[in-house]
């Protein structure tokens, strides 16, 4: 589960607003099911422990149907982020000053990964 959370957070700024809703609520249900089913164990309660743990082993087939939808957005209208486009390059804007007056660090890395002011000032 932690890598399943670990894809959701780098995923979001690539990912619909829909469809990362989605991703989110269906984890959410695999992780109440979880831990009712946990807790039905503690309580020796058979049947909740088999609801709940099957509730808990249907994560892969929601996790499936929201990539599908996914897949589907992406056919019918375009990618939602695109690699190509690199807007933040050539955007005007201004950068906060630190206390010295000096350069943010992360102005100075977008400036040595770019080789060039990453805002024009």
Request: with cysteine; net charge negative; aromatic share 14%.
């Amino acid at each position: 589960m932690s890598c399943e959370m670990v894809k959701l957070v780098t995923m979001r700024p690539y990912t619909r607003p829909l469809v990362y809703t989605l991703h989110i609520i269906a984890v959410s249900i695999a992780i109440i099911c979880f831990v009712n089913s946990q807790q039905s164990q503690k309580d020796l309660d058979t049947d909740g422990f088999i609801f709940w743990h099957c509730g808990w082993h249907c994560y892969p087939i929601t996790g499936t149907m929201v990539v599908g939808l996914d897949r589907w957005l992406v056919q019918q209208y375009g990618e939602y982020y695109s690699f190509e486009d690199n807007k933040y390059k050539e955007r005007d804007c201004e950068y906060k000053r630190g206390e010295g007056g000096g350069k943010l660090l992360s102005t100075l890395v977008m400036e040595y990964i770019y080789g060039e002011p990453s805002c024009k000032i």
